[in-house]
Every structure is written in structure tokens, then in C-alpha cells.
């Protein structure tokens, strides 16, 4: 079975960082790439950023660069968000997911399948 589990998730004070990760099961995560999304109450899903699997090449939103780095381990099948300086604005759910393809050239959600089902990140001083 196709799957992808998230965890990492928690709360931090502003200023604070948290690594999620993103495991995936019953398929080979190196030939994907993988995207990063949040979702906060009451706003639309936006993606957060991607990583590419041939090459490595990353993506990021506005809201993210300079502050997320997303890495991959295709060893332990896994993807990583590694989020540092968090700011209250960023509370959300936040997805991980399977790109149709090998590349990141964006972050549009119809390009992704398998999503997992979310770890909650919370931001409160």
C-alpha cells in the first residue's frame, strides 16, 4: 500500500524550529519528488516547497525561503522540513506528498498524489 506518514509536528514559541518528516511506505520514495503544503483553519492549502529526486533541486514559496530547508534521505525512504524561525503565520497542518514526476518546477497540488494525513504545527508564545 502506498503511503506516506508525516510526524514532527508540535509547539514551539515564535523564533523557535521543529524537522518534520515525511515516511513513506509500499513504494521506492527516490524516483519522486516530494512536496511540502500547510493548511490553516479558514485559508486554502499552499505549498510550502519540494524537493526533486534525481537531482536534489529544491523549490520554495515565498513564505518559506530563507527559513525552511527540505532535504531527503533515500536510505531511510524518507523526506525532511526542517523549519527554523517560526513565525506566528505559520500554524497550519502540514502535508507531505508525491510528485507526478521526478522534478520540483513548482508547487501546484494537482501534480501531487499519495498525501498523508497531516502533523499539526502550532506557533504560541
Known amino acids: 500500500q502506498v503511503q506516506l506518514v508525516e510526524s514532527g509536528g508540535g509547539s514551539v514559541q515564535p523564533g523557535g524550529s521543529l524537522r518534520l518528516s515525511c515516511a513513506a511506505s509500499g513504494f521506492n520514495l527516490s524516483y519522486w519528488g516530494v512536496g511540502w503544503f500547510r493548511q490553516a483553519p479558514g485559508k486554502e492549502r499552499e505549498g510550502v516547497s519540494c524537493i526533486g529526486s534525481s537531482d536534489g533541486s529544491t523549490y520554495y514559496a515565498d513564505s518559506a525561503k530563507g527559513r525552511f530547508i527540505v532535504s531527503r534521505d533515500n536510505t531511510k525512504n524518507t523526506a525532511y522540513l526542517q523549519m527554523n524561525s517560526l513565525k506566528p503565520e505559520d500554524p497550519a497542518v502540514y502535508y507531505c506528498?508525491?510528485?507526478?514526476?521526478?522534478?520540483?518546477?513548482?508547487?501546484?497540488?494537482?501534480?501531487?498524489?499519495?498525501w498523508g494525513p497531516g502533523t499539526q504545527v502550532t506557533v504560541s508564545s
Open positions: 506528498a508525491r510528485r507526478f514526476g521526478r522534478l520540483c518546477p513548482g508547487l501546484f497540488g494537482g501534480d501531487f498524489g499519495s
